[in-house]
């Protein structure tokens, strides 16, 4: 079945660098793709978006790509900070509007 | 805006009880809402889809008679497990989300239940 996954498990960055943090999907007729961060033992906080017509979009410090031709998805953190440690999921939208998660990277932010 | 609350945020039951947990939108009307489960290191798994007025629709390997889902308004989704056991502990999730918000694919979560069976 479909599956979205994430290459990595856990990204360990210093403070003030970049993150890149990676997911791959292999539903090819999905058309909307959401990155989440989860804090421990909190519901999934949306981040940003970006839909299958796009390539790219950005938001403040984060940007998110689109690779439709090799079916992947990344988020990228600019200056990263000690408060973007979390657990981070990209979820594709089916048409029906459900949301099929990755198994998420914990990012960790060394100061 | 588009805040969804769930109560309890944390619960703790002896086995072979029922537990009810609420789902909230706050401030939008939430036409369809949806329940989560997610062990600990793990990733979200998706129960089941309720739309307000209707059956919910549950996930494969979701036992519907275990897992009852009422969404009887356009802001209050509940999950009761019923005869709970110590494998149903675990951090249950709702989200809702309303065609009109967002360009209506977000889906706004609540901030989970933690869920402990003796």
């Known amino acids: 079945g479909e599956s979205v996954g994430l290459h990595l498990p856990t990204l360990s960055v210093q403070e003030g660098d970049n993150s890149i943090i990676n997911c791959a999907y292999s539903n090819s007729a999905s058309d909307y793709f959401i990155w989440y961060k989860q804090e421990s033992g909190k519901g999934p906080q949306f981040i940003i978006d970006i839909r299958s017509n796009m390539d790219k979009r950005q938001g403040q410090r984060v940007t998110v790509l689109l690779n439709k031709t090799v079916k992947h998805l990344s988020l990228q953190i600019a200056a990263t900070q000690p408060g973007d440690s979390a657990v981070y999921f990209c979820a594709e939208n089916t048409n029906a509007g459900k949301s099929t998660f990755g198994d998420g990277t914990t990012l960790t932010v060394k100061p | 805006g588009a805040v969804v609350s769930q109560h309890p945020s944390r619960v703790i039951c002896k086995s072979g009880t029922s537990v009810k947990i609420e789902c909230r939108s706050l401030d939008f009307q939430a036409t369809t809402m949806f329940w989560y489960r997610q062990f600990p290191k793990q990733s979200l798994m998706l129960m089941a889809t309720?739309?307000?007025?209707?059956?919910?629709?549950?996930e494969q390997g979701v036992e519907k008679d275990k897992f009852l889902i009422n969404h009887a308004s356009l802001t209050l989704s509940t999950l009761t497990v019923t005869s709970a056991h110590p494998e149903d502990s675990s951090f249950y999730i709702c989200?809702?989300?309303?065609?009109?918000?967002?360009?209506?694919?977000?889906?706004?979560f609540g901030p989970g239940t933690r869920l402990t069976v003796l």
């Open positions: 309720s739309n307000e007025g209707s059956k919910a629709t549950y």
């Open positions: 989200s809702a989300r309303d065609p009109r918000l967002a360009g209506g694919n977000e889906q706004f």
